[in-house]
């Protein structure tokens, strides 16, 4: 069963590729959130940065919670290090708490391609895949 492309600015979309494309935008989001931790001085800073990554990450967890009980298990982990990290606290336990949230997503990101992508490529005709 092959899925209906969806429509982006530069025409239809495979399943695949807006995959590719989220995977994308969150490696983009914790390498942008970790540039900008370095010069962060107190934890209402951190905590916004702890709070855009959860509100980002809380429609993802959604859709695991539905397809996948491990991966929204590690993901409900690094939620509640996002959480913490939000919470008054001195700055560089904050800052510690943020990073190894990120750190945690960063892989879950990678198993999640694992576990999806790959299957796909094995299993799904090679133009179904194509973007």
Partial sequence: MMSAPVETWGGPMKATGVLVGHQSFLR???DGIERELRDVKTSAEVAAFAQLAERMMSDYGAIEKVQD???YSNHQDCVSFLIQAQQ?????????LLLLAIHMLRDHVVEEEQGIMMPAAETFQARSLQS
Avoid: D, I, N
């Avoid at 008054?88 to 510690?96: D, G, I, L, T």
């Fill in 28 to 30: 983009s989001l914790f």
């Fill in 69 to 71: 009980a491990q991966g």
């Fill in 88 to 96: 008054a606290r001195p700055v560089m336990e904050a800052k510690s």
